[in-house]
T-cell receptor
Framework: DADVTQTPRNRITKTGKRIMLECSQTKGHDRMYWYRQDPGLGLRLIYYSFDVKDINKGEISDGYSVSRQAQAKFSLSLESAIPNQTALYFC???????????????FGPGTRLTVL | SQQGEEDPQALSIQEGENATMNCSYKTSINNLQWYRQNSGRGLVHLILIRSNEREKHSGRLRVTLDTSKKSSSLLITASRAADTASYFCATAGFNKFYFGSGTKLNVKP
């Protein structure tokens, strides 16, 4: 079974619709991240969370919101989707040992979102 | 804005040849990591080098880090067709990661 799962894997929606992307992990990691990937631009950090009560904005948080429902679940919402949010979205996790981050990130398979 | 930038953007070589890709970054880092991405899939961690290390090996991978030049290189020796993928460097600062735009490697059989 995959350690980091994302649902849905593909989604086509219309401008103005509210969309939620979900991420679950079985790695027991406390840190979770959402990224988007656009062609030629690499990955950009949207939001990150170091535990259930900790949510932080990343590089490009405008137009997005997140919810950390449990240590294992981190959801990304587009309140009112727009075409330039068409991208590949990745969830990732990383862990700590005795409070020290060992930094390696584990990625989900991605969600391909198209906003028409 | 992105911190890490890879060079070249694309690289095409024959199987058996070595592939070298470079990464430059702008600010001080805690460590630098390299990831591989097969087309349309999630990134897979390859290797991590800490800011106080200069070189690290893992199988056919060799990574160097020059903090004075704010640059790193990834060498894949004896490349295989299965190495065809995009390769990204990621710099880790204080609790944040910055990914470059990647090098697309094509290894021809």
């Amino acid at each position: 079974d995959a350690d980091v799962t994302q649902t849905p894997r593909n989604r086509i929606t219309k401008t103005g619709k509210r969309i939620m992307l979900e991420c679950s992990q079985t790695k027991g990691h406390d840190r979770m991240y959402w990224y988007r990937q656009d062609p030629g631009l690499g990955l950009r950090l949207i939001y990150y969370s170091f535990d259930v009560k900790d949510i932080n904005k990343g590089e490009i948080s405008d137009g997005y919101s997140v919810s950390r429902q449990a240590q294992a679940k981190f959801s990304l919402s587009l309140e009112s989707a727009i075409p330039n949010q068409t991208a590949l979205y990745f969830c990732a996790t990383s862990g700590t040992i005795a409070g020290v981050s060992y930094n390696e990130q584990f990625f989900g398979p991605g969600t391909r979102l198209t906003v028409l | 804005s992105q911190q890490g930038e890879e060079d070249p953007q694309a690289l095409s070589i024959q199987e058996g040849e070595n592939a070298t890709m470079n990464c430059s970054y702008k600010t001080s880092i805690n460590n630098l990591q390299w990831y591989r991405q097969n087309s349309g899939r999630g990134l897979v961690h390859l290797i991590l080098i800490r800011s106080n290390e200069r070189e690290k090996h893992s199988g056919r991978l060799r990574v160097t880090l020059d903090t004075s030049k704010k640059s790193s290189s990834l060498l894949i020796t004896a490349s295989r067709a299965a190495d065809t993928a995009s390769y990204f460097c990621a710099t880790a600062g204080f609790n944040k990661f910055y990914f470059g735009s990647g090098t697309k490697l094509n290894v021809k059989p």
